[in-house]
């Protein structure tokens, strides 16, 4: 049996977990247009973190609407909900010293500023870096992958974002990346770069 | 600006993240009666893996309770959500390679086994280890640090499990810890031999 178990009582402080593990915990909220590369720069990052042995999780519609915010629909206040209830899985990943990435449209701004306050309000605060993902609507409108905006021009989805609902752009994210602009790599790269600045991940 | 950016199409593999990081992830849901040992173990375990360098959360009332699940009441609805959503999450924290920790009363099996099911019916399953941390209630009942069984007992606190509300006791849990006759150290090297054993830790 093991005999080397240590621990001191109390719970385990936040600089204690980040001394352990060599990294300290941030959220990365991708904010942006349907198609306009939130998922795949998501994706990349994740890959390039996990490559450099840095714990990094990926939040996106796949494994939250199809498990935790499955009991949600998509009124005005399960739209709240849901991004409500990123914010805080979010910042339970990033206490745990994790980079965690989030990928939703998340087209409004209150939305976005609650998921930032639990952040910037909890003791210590925890990082949040807003990234605005952003291409004109008519680029998005003709990379259109799932073939959405033609559904939304047509009337067959209601309340799409940048068709037939808002999308509120930021007005100071943290990063801001025009990805009709900037490749996959280059996108990757500007937020590893941001990420090496603030000392978050070793350079 | 950082240019070895690698990465390949599509999410990251469960297995390629568990060898980038040198660890699975797994669920260890613990589960017992107020004051029978569970958060006492669950940070003295958290504590032992991040020495050891390993990703490790706990998930308990505190940062759920007053995050995620601030919404939600006590009621026989409640109670139901609050657990599925704290299984919803420890499987997210475990399919990021994390040890995930849970203690919680959780005092039904119905609630217990959807956590689980959320695991094991994950592709690829996810291990759910489920702990029952046991002590009689005459024993619980003389800890009571936060005198809640004497509320109970007086009537000020309604529906508190072991006292007015039953407690299930897990019919088949992967590891039963007799808390009245092994101390936190003795039950975190009982859980560490088993993760040890089953491959989801170095030994």
Same mark, same amino acid.
């Given at each position: 049996m093991a005999t080397n178990i240590t621990f001191h009582p109390g719970a385990v402080m936040q600089d204690e977990r980040?001394?352990?593990?060599?990294?300290?915990? &941030?959220?990365?909220? *991708? #904010?942006? *247009?349907? &198609?306009?590369? /939130? @998922? #795949? !720069?998501?994706t990349a990052l994740e890959q390039h973190l996990l490559h450099k /042995?840095?714990?990094?999780? %990926?939040?996106?519609?796949?494994? !939250?609407r199809f498990g935790l915010n499955k009991d949600l629909?998509?009124?005005?206040? @399960? %739209?709240?909900?849901?991004?409500? %209830?990123?914010?805080?899985?979010? *910042?339970?990943? @990033?206490?745990?010293?994790?980079?965690? *990435?989030? &990928?939703?449209?998340s087209p409004y701004i209150s939305d976005r500023d609650l998921a930032r306050s639990l952040h910037e309000k909890h003791s210590p605060p925890i990082p949040f870096i807003e990234v605005f993902v952003d291409a004109p609507l008519d680029v998005v409108e003709q990379r259109d992958p799932k073939g959405l905006y033609k559904k939304a021009r047509a009337g067959e989805i209601k309340d799409f974002t940048g068709v037939s609902a808002p999308y509120e752009a930021p007005a100071k994210p943290e990063i801001h990346i025009r990805t009709d602009?900037?490749?996959?790599?280059?996108?990757? &790269? !500007? !937020?590893?770069?941001?990420?090496?600045k603030q000392g978050l991940i070793p350079a």
């Open positions: 980040a001394e352990h593990l060599g990294q300290k915990g &941030a959220t990365i909220w *991708l #904010t942006g *247009l349907s &198609a306009s590369g /939130k @998922s #795949t !720069i998501a /042995k840095l714990h990094s999780y %990926r939040l996106d519609g796949d494994n !939250i629909g998509f009124d005005q206040a @399960s %739209r709240v909900e849901n991004i409500r %209830r990123i914010g805080e899985v979010s *910042l339970l990943f @990033s206490l745990s010293c994790s980079i965690t *990435l989030t &990928a939703f449209i602009e900037v490749d996959v790599k280059g996108a990757v &790269a !500007i !937020i590893v770069e941001y990420l090496e």
